[in-house]
């Protein structure tokens, strides 16, 4: 098991290998969480946690509803070649 050492500073470095494991580069933000048994470290996510609730309507989309089979890439393709011939 890696072990690593508290500086005077507080500081303490993590052991590469589980950076490489975790995908952490320098800058990454970590969360530190107390817990009974001692602390646990939590890569930040970029974004704040978020709900579809309060994502819909965030784009401008003011057409009839279209099924998610039709937004696959082949149908979506097809729709996209229909529109430029339509708009010639």
């Given at each position: ?62 057409g ?25």
């Open positions: 098991m890696p072990t690593t050492r508290l500086s005077s500073k507080g500081q303490i470095v993590i052991p590469k290998a589980i950076r490489d494991a975790h995908r952490w580069r320098p800058g990454q933000e970590l969360e530190v969480i107390d817990t009974e048994d001692g602390i646990v470290l939590r890569a930040r996510t970029p974004f704040p946690a978020t709900t579809l609730d309060a994502a819909y309507g965030c784009l401008d989309y003011d009839p509803p279209v099924p998610t089979e039709q937004l696959s890439g082949t149908e979506a393709m097809k729709r996209r070649m229909e529109h430029a011939e339509d708009t010639r």
